[in-house]
């Protein structure tokens, strides 16, 4: 999967004035398998940009070039067949059911898509630290624990790259690297990219790149 961004920059941040390094207005480029951290400080339009490649914003100026093609000649069917296959989210607010069990979430989502058996997902559960809050409520846990239970969910999604917004910053130092460890394994089983958003500069070795805005 390849991105191609040419001299993009958000409505609402017209104006304002962006060093040369920036993703805003600039010619940037990037796909599977890069392993991408992007960097910014709160404010600075990092959920914007990881909206701008899953195709939930369109309010800005310059082009977004997926695959080669420039997004503005998407259909919705175009867009419904990608996020199938091709790309997978974790979104900054998680949009996990409430109402419903840990394995209730997950199981929904996997009968769509038949990714895995429930035992490799139990497995998940468990190597994240989690695996006692199976018949939990989302509702009921804690920020750092829906994090990973949407972190196993964006994994249960065929995908060649998986945006991120932010997917750890409810969880401590541990818990991080070992979700971390599982995205990168289940990344390089299907020769898989990602772009992970974070507050601050992560010279982890598991990047093969970073950006900044």
Not at 100 to 111: G, Q
């Amino acid at each position: 999967m390849k991105f191609e961004l040419q001299h993009i920059v958000p409505d609402p941040l017209k104006g304002e004035a962006f060093l040369a390094d920036s993703v805003w207005n600039q010619k940037v480029g990037f796909g599977s398998p890069e392993k991408i951290l992007l960097n910014a400080s709160s404010g600075k339009g990092k959920s914007t940009f990881i909206n701008i490649l899953y195709g939930l914003r369109k309010d800005y100026s310059g082009a977004l070039i997926i695959n080669e093609k420039p997004v503005e000649q998407y259909s919705i069917h175009d867009w419904i067949e990608l996020r199938r296959g091709d790309l997978s989210f974790i979104p900054q607010d998680l949009q996990l059911f409430h109402s419903s069990t840990v394995l209730e979430n997950l199981i929904l989502k996997n009968k769509l898509t038949h990714q895995y058996n429930e035992s490799i997902i139990i497995e998940m559960l468990e190597r994240l630290g989690i695996g006692d809050k199976i018949y939990q409520s989302c509702g009921t846990l804690s920020m750092g624990q829906q994090q990973r239970v949407a972190i196993i969910r964006s994994l249960l999604q065929p995908f060649t790259f998986l945006l991120m917004d932010e997917p750890f910053s409810h969880l401590d130092e541990k818990n991080t690297a070992i979700a971390m460890n599982l995205i990168n394994e289940v990344t390089e089983e299907r020769g898989a990219g990602y772009v992970l958003t974070s507050l601050g500069s992560n010279h982890d070795q598991t990047f093969n790149r970073e950006l900044n805005i």
